[in-house]
């Protein structure tokens, strides 16, 4: 049952992954400040890289999104300085989780090797 449950969150995870992508893909093609598209592209790749540990829970996803409602608020109020610092804090988060998450994972492997 584990098993199944543990497929089920990855499967979840990765259709947020999917979701986020688009969701940037999508702010990305309706912003006119280049600027700005340049860093959320940055951003986006940088997420993407922690995507898999970092949105493997369902609370971690579920703050994801609102994180990305919040920054679509500051894209629709062309604030583009808290837009950029809520970018930012979708990779920090996601980078937080999937370090916490393997952090127990490593301990273990280097016990075993000592």
Known sequence: MAAITAE???????LHAELS??????ICDRCANSRLVVL?????????RYTTLGLSSE????????NWGELLVA?????????????????QDNLA???QVLR??????VD???
């Open 21 to 26: 992508a688009s969701m940037a893909t999508y």
């Open 59 to 66: 609370s971690r996803r579920r703050q994801s999104l609102e």
């Open 8 to 14: 089920n969150e990855q499967a979840h995870a990765l």
């Open 112 to 114: 075993k090797n000592t």
């Open 104 to 109: 127990p994972t490593h301990s273990a492997s």
């Open 75 to 91: 894209l629709r109020a062309h604030n583009a300085k808290h837009a950029y610092q809520l970018g930012q804090k979708l990779v």
């Open 40 to 48: 959320l592209k940055q951003m986006s790749l940088q997420i993407a």
């Open 97 to 99: 989780y999937a370090l």
